[in-house]
């Protein structure tokens, strides 16, 4: 079992910033490809960032590319989400998880290759 626990959410204004952190326990950490995903009220669930087991990797959304940086610290057990220029479009609760591989630089994409996530932490940005 991996736990996972968002935190840094909260509201914004347009063209501000926030860092999304969200800190693993359990199994060995650096053995899972890491993600984030977002859903706002109505909507599905939708990938935004990927990172492989080595960090080497990494992968966006095209409505996040060049805005958002997914990295990770495999010392600190923990993935980041640094999320700039913020639009009012990116509000939504914002989740991370976490993916077994035993490819160091894999990224996954999809829903279904995740096999843990967290709880969620809302992200609002106003206009």
């Known amino acids: 079992q991996v736990q996972l626990v968002e935190s840094g959410g909260g509201l914004v204004q347009a063209g501000d910033s926030l860092r999304l952190s969200c800190a693993a326990s359990?199994?060995?950490?650096?053995?899972?490809?890491m993600g984030w995903f977002r859903q706002a009220p109505g909507k599905e669930r939708e990938f935004v960032a990927t990172?492989?087991?080595?960090?080497?990797?990494?992968g966006y959304a095209d409505s996040v590319k060049g805005r958002f940086t997914i990295s990770r610290d495999n010392a600190k057990n923990t993935v980041y989400l640094q999320m700039n220029s913020l639009k009012p479009e990116d509000t939504a609760v914002y989740y991370c998880?976490?993916?077994?591989?035993?490819?160091?630089?894999?990224?996954?994409?999809?829903?279904?290759?995740?096999?843990?996530w967290g709880q969620g932490t809302q992200v609002t940005v106003s206009s």
């Open positions: 359990g199994r060995t950490f650096s053995n899972y490809v």
């Open positions: 998880a976490a993916g077994r591989t035993s490819y160091i630089s894999s990224t996954y994409y999809t829903n279904r290759e995740y096999n843990y």
């Open positions: 990172i492989s087991r080595s960090g080497s990797s990494t």
